[in-house]
């Protein structure tokens, strides 16, 4: 199973917004409402939920993330960025095998 | 509060064998399916397994299939995962997660599996 594709880095000024793609196949995202997104802020730190589902968020995380998807393509974009949003970001999704895939992740900078 | 605490870590030999273990708290462990993530150092988290809440269903990556095995006492609210014939690019974080509807939602702390001579 190909890890999904994200691009390396995203980067945004405070109060700016960003798009974070996720890119997978017909045996996944395609397939599947089971598109997820995960915040690390340190590397060792265990990644967090932020979205799920494609699009909703966990109780506690701020209405500034949202989650889409369109065709084989998930999105993750961040509102008013401030400057505890800086991370790494991971997709993930369910997949026909039954197992998850993850996305290589994409480095957010706020500058 | 979910808590999921990972033991069993540490320094394995290439060809060697280790036993993860999971404790969880703060939820009702029987009816949700678990899972094993792991991460390498500086590269992006990898599914390695999952296992059904009642523990009758496994799953596993291409990668470890036939050498690691998953399991569930759900008497004792514990995770396991036994790892053999460990390669040196196995070293990685292992996680510990809890399974949401088709995405992990709580994850532990995890825990630090270094193979090497």
């Known amino acids: 199973q190909s890890a999904l594709t994200q691009p390396a880095s995203v980067s945004g000024s405070p109060g700016q917004s960003i798009t974070i793609s996720c890119t997978g196949t017909s045996s996944d995202i395609e397939d599947y409402n089971s598109v997820s997104w995960y915040q690390q802020q340190y590397p060792d730190k265990a990644p967090k939920l932020v979205i799920h589902n494609v699009n909703i968020r966990p109780s506690g995380i701020s209405d500034r993330f949202s989650g889409s998807k369109s065709g084989n393509t998930a999105s993750l974009t961040i509102s008013g960025l401030r400057a505890e949003d800086e991370a790494d970001y991971y997709c993930?999704?369910?997949?026909?095998?039954?197992?998850?895939?993850f996305g290589g992740g994409t480095k957010l900078t706020v500058l | 509060e979910v808590q999921l605490l990972e033991s069993g870590g540490g320094l394995v030999q290439p060809g060697g064998s280790q036993r993860l273990s999971c404790e969880a708290s703060?939820?009702?462990?029987?009816?949700?399916?678990m899972g094993w993530v792991r991460q390498a150092p500086g590269e992006g988290p990898e599914w390695v397994s999952s296992i059904s809440d009642s523990g009758d269903k496994t799953f596993y990556a291409d990668s470890v299939k036939g050498r690691f095995t998953i399991s569930r006492d759900n008497s004792k609210n514990t995770l396991s995962l036994l790892m053999n014939n460990l390669r040196a690019e196995e070293t990685a974080v292992y996680y510990c997660a809890k399974y949401g509807e088709r995405y992990l939602d709580y994850w532990g702390q995890g825990i630090l599996v270094t193979v090497s001579s």
């Open positions: 703060g939820f009702t462990f029987r009816s949700y399916a």
């Open positions: 993930s999704s369910h997949t026909r095998r039954d197992t998850r895939v």
